[in-house]
């Protein structure tokens, strides 16, 4: 019996040894197909053609950022085993637009918006700056979406032709915030949250102290999302020629206006002359053939997307081999960490020696801070701070400019700087600090029947285990530091602008502005966009019309080169034959998304549990 049992064990280890070993021989043939195209790929030119006559396809994929995240090895990786999301780079999008301005080849540019995801509002009018300059050429501009969200259109309603899918809809809802709050689920729990802060309007802790948003929370989110929804009215209005109490109307009315239209939306918004077309994606297709010609081998127009066509240009365009006098730009995206980060998040260390390779060379005359972010560890926004103080003070003009949001430690690192530009639509101040520690005593007591006693030297031995109830005396100990660290911010805000700590207690409090109302309080200098800041800082230093941007990026090693070769060439195959990605290993969803949570909660790094940060997402 025993024999027999093992017989057949052992046929199963068989099989499945088998099945482990042809496994492995189909990956090793795949890796090895897509390494033989690399290298071929890297022995021919793969620049792409422009064609003679081409629309410039704009389309967006995921969200539009200001910085990519990870570094390209990694972003590539991600690309390869189908995890994270798409992003794409705002400079990106704008570079090709104002290229194809005065490029000849380029007849007309086609906004394709269906793919693009979360995108600031400085970012969308941004880009419309860039378009109205395109227009400027006299060329087309076609937009086109099966559905238009309020972002997408914000972008078509600059287009001369608006086409919408017959089954689609042109949705515009406002801009609003809204947050989850756990007081009482984490009561349930028997988690106890101890917060610690400064300024009235410090929401970023609510959620933990509340089942929903404070009065003072609401007053001061309603006017900087007023102030927003204005900006993008008129933006609108403007571009469509169309009144803002007709886009009111028809937002305000959609109920009526819908049943008008008998449950047609995409109807609706062509009788609100919103849009200029209903039609089907060959009828677009037909009228770009129209404009730029027909592409014979796929029967479609001839056409290239923005990120071939930045390719076909070949442009130093982020200055890695610009010469003579420079102005360095530092890009600061994501939450403010302690320690080295990757690009998509400011780490304390890492962009301060960004900051100092700019102080450090000599053709660098001076520095641009482009930020976009809520904040974070206020040390590490301190570090920073300090840094660009010190290229001040070595004599090179430092100015700061807002993205769609620098606020909390995203105001602090501005600080040092001799001018602060922000866009109308910034989100910036929220001004406070504050710090939390959790304790869940009481619920592995009540749930596991597991208690924790001991004995110290001091009150203070082991007074910061999770695991034991927190004595007020440290609760004391850390207000205090809080304390401290809200009047070291208001110091330093009246310091760089002028004002008394008590000026700046006024318009604090962790109340959050529109970058029109900071610049009116005096906490911004100038309204206006990256490139007239990186102009400002020129002029600071003197440089006259013959200066070059240079964009301060960690230097990249050989091993990391070669490396993003290859992952580069595997995209390109795999990009060409699709086929391939569906043999590849699938992510590990769930464990990712695992992984990315606890990454989030490990980000909680400052050394003094201090944290200057507006939760803002786009």
């Known amino acids: 019996m025993y024999d027999e049992e093992r017989r057949k064990s052992g046929g199963l280890g068989c099989l499945f040894r088998g099945i482990d070993v042809t496994r492995r021989v189909i990956l090793n043939v ?57 992003e794409t780079l705002l400079k990106d999008l704008e570079d090709s637009i104002l290229a194809a301005r005065d490029d000849e080849r380029i007849k007309a540019l086609l906004l394709d ?10 970012k969308l009018q941004d880009l419309r700056v860039a378009l109205r300059e395109f227009k400027k050429s006299g060329k087309p501009v076609i937009a086109a979406a099966d559905t238009y969200d309020q972002n997408r259109y914000y972008l078509a309603a600059m287009a001369d032709e608006i086409y919408l899918h017959e089954m689609g809809m042109l949705l515009l809802e406002g801009f609003s915030r809204y947050r989850m709050y756990y007081k009482e689920g984490l009561g349930k729990l028997m988690v106890d949250v101890h917060v610690f802060k400064v300024g009235t309007f410090k929401s970023a802790v609510e959620p933990y102290l ?92 001839q056409q290239i997307g923005h990120d071939s066509y930045l390719q076909a240009l070949d442009k130093d365009r982020f200055g890695a081999e610009a010469e003579g006098d420079l102005v360095g730009v530092v890009v600061a995206v994501g939450n403010i960490l302690g ?92 001004i406070g600090i504050f710090g939390m520690f959790p304790t869940y005593d009481r619920g ?31 609760g004391q100990l850390i207000q205090q530091t809080i304390n401290k660290g809200y009047r070291d911010f208001i110091t330093k805000v009246g310091q760089a602008r002028n004002m008394t700590s008590e000026e700046v207690d006024r318009i604090a409090q962790g109340r959050v502005w529109s970058g029109e109302d900071a610049h009116e309080l005096g906490l911004v200098d100038n309204m206006g966009s ?61 464990m990712r998304l695992l992984a990315e949570q606890a990454a989030k909660i490990a980000e909680l790094n400052d050394p003094q549990h201090m944290y200057a940060y507006f939760p803002y997402e786009e």
């Open 30 to 86: 795949i890796f090895w197909a897509l390494v033989i195209a690399v290298i071929v790929l890297l022995l021919r030119d793969t620049t792409p053609d422009v064609p003679d006559s081409a629309a410039l396809v704009i389309s967006p994929q995921g969200d539009v950022v200001e910085q990519l995240a990870g570094d390209p090895v990694e972003r590539l990786q991600e690309q390869l085993t189908g995890g994270g999301g798409p």
């Open 210 to 301: 509340r089942q929903d948003m404070s009065e003072e929370a609401k007053t001061a989110n309603k006017e900087w999302l007023g102030d927003l929804w204005r900006r993008y009215l008129e933006d609108v209005a403007e571009s469509r020629k169309v009144s803002v109490a007709a886009l009111q109307e028809y937002i305000e009315g959609y109920p009526d206006n819908l049943s008008r239209a008998e449950g047609d939306a995409a109807k609706m918004a062509l009788s609100a002359g919103l849009v200029d077309h209903v039609v089907s994606r060959d009828a677009i297709r037909r009228r770009m053939i129209e404009l730029v010609g027909k592409d014979e081998k796929t029967h479609s127009f």
């Open 530 to 590: 990256l490139q007239d800041a990186i102009a400002a800082a020129a002029k600071l230093a003197k440089l006259g019309d013959e200066y070059k941007v240079k964009y301060m990026e960690r230097e990249v090693s050989f091993r990391e080169k070669i490396l993003r070769d290859i992952f580069s060439g595997m995209v390109q195959v795999l990009g060409k034959h699709p086929s391939l990605q569906s043999a590849l290993p699938p992510p590990l969803s769930t």
């Open 113 to 122: 918006l269906d793919s693009m995801g979360s995108i600031g509002l400085s």
């Open 339 to 430: 320690g080295s980060q990757p690009p998509g998040k400011i780490g304390g260390d890492s962009t301060a020696a960004l900051i100092r390779q700019a102080r450090e060379n000599e053709n660098v005359k001076a520095v641009v801070l482009r930020v976009d972010s809520g904040g974070g560890s206020a040390f590490a926004s301190e570090v920073i701070r300090r840094e660009l103080e010190l290229t001040r003070q070595a004599g090179k003009p430092v100015v700061a400019s807002m993205g769609t949001v620098a606020a909390s430690g995203g105001y602090w690192i501005t600080m040092a700087s001799d001018e602060v530009w922000a866009a109308p639509t910034t989100i910036t101040g929220s």
């Open 444 to 474: 592995l007591k009540e749930y596991l029947g597991i208690s924790v006693d001991g004995i110290g030297t001091t009150p203070y031995a082991g007074a910061m285990r999770p695991d034991r109830p927190l004595d007020d005396r440290v």
